[in-house]
């Protein structure tokens, strides 16, 4: 699945509705079934296909399938739009097994669904403790602290997103974004120009990166006057 929650102002939206199974790339888990889901959002659509099953080594598989099953009900009560019983579903499933970041990290997207991005913050940082190189948690965690206005962790968390995928198109936009709101004008215009190479870059939205950039610019010059 690719990308939407809430959006960063001028920018991409955030990687992946939810995730039922467990391990692996998140655009590609699945737990006891095998989920075939080909969703046309924004951007490039994804078609989710894994049979494979990754039990994560810790604690008991008993209690990661039974976990599972909790989580993939969640996943169901969100595509229906029944997040506060989505939520409900999938910190069952965290009470049952705590180790796999799929949990955390779809708890985080419900949370997030509710912009209550203090606690979906906590939530990404728990999916990322237990898969560190988890690029879809790393992104969403960005957009979150967007979401808090918190644009020096925002810029964090898209730094180690884009160390794992550096030509991530909505990444380095979305990192041109926040650089441009701290009035860091010249990096920022370096990343939307390196934005503009990557795949999933249109004249459209870069032409309204640019246009947002030099009314900042604008807006800064006539401040100081």
Request: net charge positive; with cysteine.
């Amino acid at each position: 699945m690719k990308r939407q929650f809430f959006v960063d102002p001028g920018s991409a939206m955030s990687h992946n509705l939810d995730n039922d199974g467990s391990r692996g790339r998140k655009r590609v888990r699945t737990g006891w079934a095998v989920f075939f889901v080909c969703l046309s959002l924004i951007f490039t659509p994804t078609c989710l296909a894994d049979s494979q099953q990754r039990f994560p080594g810790k604690g008991a598989r008993a209690d990661w399938e039974r976990a599972n099953l909790l989580n993939h009900e969640a996943v169901l009560l969100k595509r229906d739009n029944r997040v506060d019983a989505a939520i409900t579903k999938v910190k069952a499933a965290i009470d049952v097994y705590p180790f796999d970041s799929t949990y955390f990290y779809n708890y985080g997207n419900y949370l997030s669904a509710k912009k209550n991005f203090s606690e979906a913050t906590m939530q990404y940082q728990k999916a990322i403790a237990l898969e560190p190189r988890d690029f879809d948690s790393l992104y969403n965690l960005g957009l979150a602290y967007r979401g808090l206005k918190n644009n020096k962790m925002a810029e964090a968390a898209y730094r180690k997103a884009l160390a794992i995928r550096p030509e991530d198109f909505d990444t380095v936009y979305n990192l041109g974004n926040v650089l441009r709101d701290e009035l860091r004008f010249e990096e920022s215009r370096a990343m939307y120009e390196r934005a503009s190479r990557l795949p999933g870059a249109s004249s459209q939205r870069m032409s309204e990166a640019y246009r947002m950039l030099d009314d900042k610019i604008n807006k800064n010059r006539g401040a100081k006057l």
